[in-house]
């Protein structure tokens, strides 16, 4: 057995803790049936929907929203409990204080395990449970259990690992400590061992900073094959025969395998839904000589990027050991940038183009991984005791130069953080910071940058690993061939004095990417466009199709508005979040409407504080996501005074729009300026035609017509191409 106190790696994760709850059919015969499994009626337990929101780092809000050993507490249990084997803690086991949550629990208890070897197996029977230990190479949980040996008077797995996830129990996070089924290495057989297994519909398990090990097989055993979804990050997951072998969704990053047979590393169940898929991300893989990297006995789908492979690894593609008629679909396995030590083999070459969807390298995150249904990254609480997750993630080496904010998961005792950066490491500090974000300068294409994030707490600071990460050089020279280029946005200057809400914002580009060599010369890239707003946007009743019909074939334009939705709403019912997940390289963004007094306090805003709140809120995460936001002001609506001119009601939202685009630095394209002048030269008899009849048979004087789509489509794009001069080839 090799030494388990590695190296530390200098990455660290985030966990994000997000609930559903799961339909369950009770039989006479005392077990409980879904679609997937069955399991005893004695491990069931209540299960209901929970969100737990990013913790910022100050100590009200760590106590707060998640409590203390003296704070916050439920008919059972305070939300932190302390376990010491020396008596000094509440508990002298993790399993009396696991003992002690209701089985109905609902809001996050956290076990906090000084160190220690705790030779016990753990039950965890309840959700929303983090077991986090002092320190990851001290805190260890061990037990020697054989599978087929506790088979042998036992009717299911539930006890055959040495930490054990019930059937029902999901939003379970495991950090900074070590978990290792030793059965091998005494007793010298390394058939089936687990160290942590979940079964039933267990999901949103998350392992962040931790020892994996097993002197066997199965290892690491998350086994929901419904809906089952893990992640997992700088970890170290070591054991014979399909060491890590996930069922369902699964993403890991910034982690080491090492595997101990000449069978299989690692292995993926994604027969229940055609969409399931193992994702690993900037790891590496070592093992005895000969090790072969993996297979799926059912059918499974292979994510691999940016890792790298020992010398070790056998020349074996990833393999089907069953018989042709177990698979309902082909071999699914896309590779990206992977390299091995001794050079590359063929069967891992990039195709990542052939994968459903053809997603780029950039898109392949939790959040597309997991389909937008949890984004554990984003969904941390501060649990682990430093500042961990950095985004973007350490490793990465195809950050947009346009990049304006480094975040991270906070620390549980965090007051706040002391943040370093530059492009030498160890970097030199820069600043601090009451949140878990940092703002930066435009970044330097092609430099490779490093950062750390010290926590700050009552008892002084406690150091953060190194990150790093790497700009792209250019569109042109990336090698994510995938990739679109990245533009150089455009910078609005100052207003000119005097100018208000509907008069024309006139920003002059200064700075524009090169555009394609010579006269009428084509891209041989992809630039994607996302709309975002409400009705008057929309493909249907906006002027969403009118700008599509001026989008070269070259670029895609998706249109994400919905309708009826305000600035406030949009992100609220998680339609924000979908067009992230979209990864554009340009958004348009477009509110007002719905923001306006009198639409109800879901969707209303004020245009002098919270809609200027929400508009800065967009364009922070377009940058934060690798996009360059572009604001869109609101099209008026068509009502005519009796001059005949338009007197529109949107002018405070306008004038907010505009405001927030430059303070943020952002271009801005006036639609409602624009809209008026067309208006205002049609008149009102010609501007009917752009009218579309209520329900009632009266003339909806907001939303559009077809010609009308046309018209202020045309205009969107006119503008977007004076203003970003290196999207013309990509607008006709």
């Known amino acids: 057995m ?8 200098p990455g660290a994760a985030r966990v994000g803790v997000v609930a559903s709850a799961a339909s369950v059919a009770h039989r006479p015969d005392g077990h409980v049936d879904t679609e997937w499994f069955r399991i005893h009626q004695g491990n069931r337990m209540r299960h209901r929907p929970m969100t ?26 305070g939300s932190t409990l302390v376990v010491a084997q020396d008596g000094s803690g509440q508990f002298r086991t993790i399993q009396a204080a696991l003992d002690t949550i209701s089985p109905d629990n609902q809001t996050l208890k956290t076990l906090i395990v000084k160190r220690g070897v705790y030779r016990e197996k753990v039950f965890i029977k309840s959700s ?34 040495v930490v054990n996830i019930g059937d029902m129990a999901s939003d379970i996070f495991l950090g900074n400590l070590t978990v290792h089924n030793n059965y091998g290495s005494l007793h010298g057989d390394h058939d089936h061992q687990f160290a942590i297994r979940s079964g039933g519909i267990a999901t949103r398990i998350i392992i962040v900073h931790a020892k994996v090990i097993a002197d066997g097989g199965d290892t690491l055993s998350l086994w929901n094959t419904g809906n089952g979804m893990y992640y997992h990050a700088d970890c170290d997951f070591e054991g014979w025969v399909d060491y890590v072998c996930p069922r369902g969704w699964c993403y890991i990053t910034n982690s080491r395998f090492f595997g101990r047979n000449l069978t299989a590393s690692i292995w993926h169940d994604g027969s229940k839904d ?34 790298r492979f020992s010398a070790n690894m056998a020349d074996r593609p990833i393999y089907r050991p069953s018989a042709g008629s177990a698979y309902q679909w082909s071999i699914r396995n896309y590779f990206w940038n992977n390299r091995r030590d001794a050079g590359n083999f063929a069967w891992f070459a ?9 997603p780029r390298a950039r898109d392949i995150t939790p959040n597309w991984t997991f389909q937008g249904r949890w984004d554990p990254e984003e969904t941390m609480p501060a649990v682990l005791p430093f500042a961990s997750t950095p985004r973007p993630e350490n490793g990465d080496r195809d950050v947009p130069a346009t990049l304006a904010v480094l975040r991270w998961a906070g620390s549980r005792d965090a007051i706040g953080y002391k943040v370093s950066f530059g492009t030498e490491n160890p970097p030199p500090a820069r600043g601090e910071s009451a949140t878990t974000t940092f703002p930066v300068a435009r970044l330097t294409p092609g430099a490779t940058y490093f950062w750390r994030v010290d926590t700050v707490t009552a008892s002084g600071i406690a150091a953060g690993p190194v990150w790093s990460f790497s700009v792209e050089r250019s569109a042109a020279s ?3 061939t995938t990739a679109p280029p990245k533009p150089t946005p455009t910078r609005v200057p100052p207003r000119p004095p005097g100018a208000g809400a509907g008069q024309a914002v ?23 466009i996302v709309l975002v707003g409400d009705s008057t946007v929309t493909d249907e009743i906006g002027w969403g199709l009118g700008f599509k019909q001026r989008v070269a074939d070259s670029a895609d334009c998706i249109n994400l ?30 509110f007002g409407h719905n923001d306006m007094p009198g639409k109800g306090p879901d969707r209303e805003t004020d245009p002098k504080t919270t809609y200027r709140a929400f508009l800065a809120r967009y364009i922070d995460e377009s940058r934060a996501a690798g996009a360059t936001p572009i604001i869109v002001t609101s099209l008026t609506r068509r009502l005519f005074g009796q001059d005949g001119k338009i007197h529109s009601d949107l002018g405070d939202y306008v004038a907010a729009a505009e405001a927030v685009a430059l303070e943020t630095g952002v271009a801005v394209i006036d639609l409602h300026a624009r809209s008026i002048e067309l208006l205002d030269r049609m008149g009102a008899a010609a501007a009917a035609a752009f009218n579309i009849p209520k329900a009632d048979g009266t003339p909806d004087t907001t939303h559009l017509s077809k010609s009308a789509s046309t018209a202020f489509g045309a205009i969107v794009a006119d503008e977007l191409m004076r203003l970003v001069p290196a999207l013309s080839p990509y607008l006709k």
């Open 2 to 9: 090799r030494n388990l106190r590695r190296p530390a790696s």
């Open 52 to 77: 737990l929101v990013v913790l910022l780092g100050v100590v009200a809000a760590v106590a707060g929203q998640f409590g203390s050993a003296a704070g916050q507490s439920d008919q059972r249990t």
């Open 128 to 161: 929303q449970v983090a077991i986090v230990g002092e320190d990851r190479d001290t805190t260890v949980i061990e037990y020697p259990e054989l599978r087929k040996n506790w088979r042998v008077d036992h009717p299911d797995d539930w006890g055959a690992a």
């Open 274 to 307: 055609q969409d399931q898929k193992l994702v690993i991300r900037r790891s590496s893989f070592d093992g005895v000589p000969g090790f072969p990297l993996g297979r799926n006995n059912r059918d499974g789908q292979f994510f691999l990027l940016d890792n």
């Open 350 to 358: 990039d195709n990542l183009d052939g994968a459903p969807g053809a």
């Open 478 to 480: 990336s090698t994510d």
């Open 506 to 528: 006139k920003p002059a580009p200064i700075e524009a990417a090169p555009r394609p060599p010579g006269p009428g010369a084509q891209p041989t890239w992809r630039v994607r």
């Open 561 to 590: 508005a919905r309708n009826g939705r305000s600035s406030k709403s949009f992100i609220a019912e998680g339609h924000w979040a979908k067009a992230l997940e979209a990864r554009a390289d340009y958004v348009l963004i477009q």
